[in-house]
């Protein structure tokens, strides 16, 4: 009889910490060799490292009996980009079975998403693995971005995530009738505090400082560099208001180093002492070691770890740009930053709104997962109906396009005799000038 080999594919701390804490909780049958896959999908890998060699990876390293890089499988290609001939499948299933000392084992997969290269390539590659998918983040609380092969969708046997947004349920992978299981709180805590404890590069943070947390979205293309630095600029500025005259900046690992530069520039006209974290260590890491007095940022994971799960006081600053400029539309990244938007308070002075309530959240992910993926979730146009007829107005405008709501015929959108209208270049003109004598008057 074959044994079994359960292969993790994982590309940030943040994810090798939510398998340690699945492995410690039972999540999965036991296997005679776990295997940690590393996927380093930065744009430029040679420049950033991979997980395996950040400060804090020795203690979830325990957890798996050998590590692979996905990276030197598929050098000189970017995993983020190679995708097999269909033709070529079975012959380099056969030659990573050997490249990895697999033989004959029966194969188990946990990967991060189904949605993409590389973890979808993987899926590919082992055709008939039972798969197991493991939310990294947000994104599970919102659609499947693609309408996904029913060969891979089928294999999948459960969705596991930890409970960021307490009563919200995720949609991820719903259309295959995929079962979500919560990964404990308790195990995941465990797990970072063992990776905290092994980082000794970690520098001498303030007391009471505000944390902020970059995300470098230019590299999504959804700002540009300038607006992003404008953004963080935002993000000190509202710690200042609020009172801290300690800030410390932890960038995106890949983030250019000119967004410090600008940010020291504004630190030294506030007062404000700035310390800059090149380290590139876990946030929730120093969640636990220095305890931040605020959290400040844009829609970040770790916003909601740090409220849900170490009771820290958090701040979200820039998702109304956000929400406009996500393109297109199913973004992934459209439901976490609308969760941001919905339940975590504004940083900034008179854009404070209240949380909504986890039933009217479970409505509005409902209604925008079916705007965003309306083939895949077509059953769900009634309760998006529902929702948009009862509770579309100036607090959730912004998180639905209203052309796309008049694409799909929903409340909330242009009436369809109307709708000709918006296509007549004479209604466009007369409605420019209209909008901007409005601002004239108001100038």
Known sequence: MSRTTQIFCASTLYG?????????????????????LVLNNAAVPETAPALDEMPGFAPLREHFDDVLSWNEAVYPFHPGA?????????????HLRLLWGLGDDRVELVLESLQGPPALTVAQLFTGAPIHVYADGLMSYGPTRTKLDPLVGTRVRQLLHLDLVPGLRPMLLTEFDVPARVVPTRAFLKAVSEAAGSVDALPALPDDAALLLGQYLSALGVLSPGEEEDLHVRMMRGAAGRGHRAVVFKPHPTAPVRCSRVLEAEAERLGVDLTVLDTPVLAEVLFERARPALVVGCFSTALFTASAFYGLPVARVGTERLLER?????????????????????????????????????????????????????????????????????????????????????????PARLAVLSRNSTARRVARRARALKKAVRG
């Open 82 to 94: 190679w995708t097999p001939r269909p033709d070529d499948v079975p012959l380099l299933e056969r």
């Open 326 to 414: 996500l393109t297109p539309y199913q973004n992934s990244n459209r439901v976490p930053a609308v969760l941001a938007d919905a339940v975590l308070p504004a940083l900034e002075p008179g854009r404070d709104e209240d949380a909504l309530p986890a039933d009217e959240l479970n409505d509005l992910v409902t209604a925008l997962g079916f705007t965003m993926q309306p083939q895949v979730h077509p059953s769900l146009r009634p309760a998006a109906e529902r929702y948009l007829s009862g509770h579309f107005g100036p607090r959730t405008r912004r998180y639905f396009r209203r052309k796309r709501l008049t694409s799909l015929g929903l409340p909330g959108g242009v």
């Open 16 to 36: 090798a910490a939510t398998l340690a804490a699945a492995i410690e909780s039972g999540c999965f049958a036991e296997a005679e060799r776990r295997t940690l």
